[in-house]
């Protein structure tokens, strides 16, 4: 059902899982997926596949460079260029699969990756469907929901890491998910135990990237892809989200017919576990079986 498969971005080993159904009608079609802010797919991930190829689909699920089970140097080096550029790799090896229909690719990101396939989505007109899970999409919008404090101390480190690296020196680093006026890139009440609770108890997971991140969130705002988008689209977005707060993921999927929004009444994290989980997965594999079908 499942299996250890790789592909190469910019001469950087990516590794993911791919997952087909055991028994399929046919060819199935491929869902390409990935995590969100520093996180990897051990990270609940597994979950929606097994999920979404119990219904018939077949998953390829990856870890970003610098992250998780893939290569990449510096470690944490998280980047908005480098990781859109994984999922331009990652859907041109899902179109090299066997044993799939690699004319119906559907793009599917949560959290940080929920707002680079709005992006990928726009970018790549051929995939079959976008969906995007509680989705960051409006870096001005993430950064004022920080603690005041601890924005200034994020924006000190990415000033200091931008100098370490053009002095070709180890990255400044600062946390994930912190609480209070923490250096942290998500410090809401729910960051730290929601984030870390995704964490399975023997995965190695180092609570911190390299800090020029900080200075980059602000800028990105995957909002102004939507409008763009020209394939089916489903946004989750969660009404309670203390990091990808959702009034522009509204006002953004209001302005596209071909986008569906459902709303839920959790937090950021609470979508991956369990009845938030239950719901969320249903009314995805609903809007797969409705606009990318299993069977032709």
């Not at 949560?110 to 409006?138: D, I, M, N, W, Y």
């Not at 009404?239 to 707060?245: E, H, M, W």
């Not at 509204?250 to 569906?260: C, F, H, L, R, S």
Request: proline letters at 7%.
């Amino acid at each position: 059902m499942r299996r250890d498969v790789e592909f190469d971005s910019h001469g950087v080993i990516c590794r993911a899982w791919f997952y087909r159904p055991d028994d399929p009608a046919g060819d199935p079609p491929v869902i390409v997926m990935a995590h969100g802010l520093g996180a990897v797919r051990r990270m609940r991930l597994d979950a929606f596949a097994e999920r979404f190829t119990a219904a018939g689909y077949a998953c390829l699920v990856f870890d970003y460079r610098h992250f998780g089970d893939s290569d990449g140097t510096p470690r944490g080096l998280l980047s908005i260029r480098r990781q859109l550029a994984d999922w331009t790799a990652a859907l041109a090896y899902a179109r090299t699969l066997s044993g799939v229909d690699t004319a119906r690719i559907v793009l599917w990101g949560t959290s940080f990756g929920g707002g680079h396939v709005l992006v990928a989505g726009a970018r790549h007109s051929e995939v079959a469907a976008v969906v995007a899970q509680c989705p960051f999409t409006s870096g001005p919008a993430s950064t004022l929901a920080l603690d005041r404090r601890g924005a200034l101390k994020v924006t000190m480190r990415g000033l200091a890491d931008l100098a370490s690296a053009a002095l070709r020196r180890p990255p400044v680093r600062v946390g994930l998910a912190g609480s209070g006026h923490e250096a942290a890139l998500m410090s809401a009440p729910d960051a730290q135990p929601g984030y870390l609770g995704l964490i399975p108890p023997d995965l190695e997971f180092t609570n911190s990237v390299a800090a020029r991140i900080g200075l980059a969130i602000p800028l990105y705002v995957p909002a102004r892809s939507v409008s763009r988008l020209r394939v089916p689209t489903l946004i989750c977005a969660c009404d309670a989200d203390s990091v990808a707060p959702v009034g522009p993921t509204i006002a953004a999927a209001q302005g596209n017919p071909m986008v569906t929004l459902r709303r839920y009444p959790d937090g950021h994290f609470d979508i991956y576990v369990g009845g938030a989980f239950e719901r969320v997965v249903a009314d995805q594999i609903e809007f797969l079986s409705a606009t990318v079908p299993v069977s032709r």
